[in-house]
């Protein structure tokens, strides 16, 4: 298995957090990503949610051990 390119992940990562803060990251584009960067799509997945939480984390939003869900008390 070979080792991850740090670059081209940090690539990567700029171009999943521009689509997302535009709200253009819809179905298909992640397989995009994925050939573009030379790189699967589960990966693509993997760094798109990392991302998300991120941006939440961000903005204060949900916390992140609710995963941006309200959960009910029992």
């Known amino acids: ?3 991850r ?3 081209r992940t940090q690539k990567l990562r700029i171009a ?3 689509l997302l803060e ?3 990251l819809a179905k298909g584009n992640q397989s ?3 050939e573009h960067f030379h790189v699967s799509r589960q990966r693509v997945h ?3 949610c990392e991302e998300r939480e991120r ?3 961000m903005n204060g939003d949900a916390p992140a051990a609710a995963g941006g869900r309200i959960l009910a008390a029992s």
């Open 32 to 34: 995009r990503l994925a």
């Open 16 to 18: 999943v957090r521009y």
């Open 1 to 3: 298995m070979s080792k």
């Open 22 to 24: 535009r709200d253009c």
């Open 46 to 48: 993997q760094i798109v």
């Open 55 to 57: 941006m939440r984390s």
């Open 5 to 7: 390119d740090p670059q």
